[in-house]
Nanobody
Framework: QVQLVESGGGLVQAGDSLRLSCAASGLIFSRYTMAWFRQPPGKEAEFVAGYGWTGRNPSYGDSVKGRFTISRDNAKATVYLHMNALKGEDTAVYSC????????????????????WGQGTQVTVST
């Protein structure tokens, strides 16, 4: 049974940093593209960042480029989202997602392309 468990969310001030973690189990982690999506209240899910097979460049949504960094530790089956210079508009439920891909596959940015999802963690940025 595949499980994705996020942690690290919370309430922070604008300009602060935060690191989210997503621990995966029940899958061969290295074969999966991992991504973070976020869903602000009343809005659709938005692609934040994705990391494919190790060695390939990660991908970022336009609104977080230069501020957020995604990384993965295959030995720990964990993907991280390092968030810097947080803004009020970053407030959302952040969820990690996984899909098995080939090494050459580009990183999907559409939520429907991902098979497995975590339960989400709330990030609230106070301005």
């Amino acid at each position: 049974q595949v499980q994705l468990v996020e942690s690290g969310g919370g309430l922070v001030q604008a300009g602060d940093s935060l690191r989210l973690s997503c621990a995966a189990s029940g899958l061969i982690f290295s074969r999966y593209t991992m991504a973070w999506f976020r869903q602000p209240p009343g809005k659709e899910a938005e692609f934040v960042a994705g990391y494919g097979w190790t060695g390939r460049n990660p991908s970022y949504g336009d609104s977080v480029k230069g501020r957020f960094t995604i990384s993965r530790d295959n030995a720990k089956a964990t993907v991280y989202l390092h968030m810097n210079a947080l803004k009020g508009e970053d407030t959302a439920v952040y969820s990690c997602a996984a899909v098995e891909t080939r090494p050459s596959t580009s990183i999907p940015t559409t939520a429907s392309r991902y098979r497995y999802w975590g339960q989400g963690t709330q990030v609230t940025v106070s301005t």
